[in-house]
């Protein structure tokens, strides 16, 4: 079974920074795409940064520079790295996959998330 474990969420002050990890474990074969996406409190769930196996990035309109994803792929890892946050970017960050467990089917995968509250 795969599993995607996000970390590193928490609160954190407007202008501040944090850093979030997801670890994918499991039967994994390949990993097409890992990305983040959030939900804030009655707003519809939105792109945040995924990165493809090639190494091509999306962005989220709003990221506009403050954030950037990267990836570990030894480890199965992607990071997003946020920084200037603001307080309209707190909401539940979700981890999110599309990878093959051994047959060529690329099957989507949700982590739980992770809840980053920017405030003073």
């Known amino acids: 079974q795969v599993q995607l474990v996000e970390s590193g969420g928490g609160l954190v002050q407007p202008g501040g920074s944090l850093r979030l990890s997801c670890a994918a474990s499991g039967r994994i074969f390949s990993i097409a795409a890992m990305g983040w996406y959030r939900q804030a409190p009655g707003k519809s769930r939105e792109l945040v940064a995924r990165i493809t196996s090639g190494g091509n990035i999306s962005n989220g309109d709003f990221v506009k520079g403050r954030f950037t994803i990267s990836r570990d792929d030894a480890k199965n890892t992607v990071y997003l790295q946020m920084n200037s946050l603001k307080p309209e970017d707190t909401a539940v960050y979700y981890c999110?996959?599309?990878?093959?467990?051994?047959?060529?089917?690329?099957?989507?995968?949700w982590g739980k998330g992770t809840l980053v509250t920017v405030s003073s």
């Open positions: 999110h996959g599309i990878l093959s467990t051994g047959d060529p089917v690329q099957r989507s995968y």
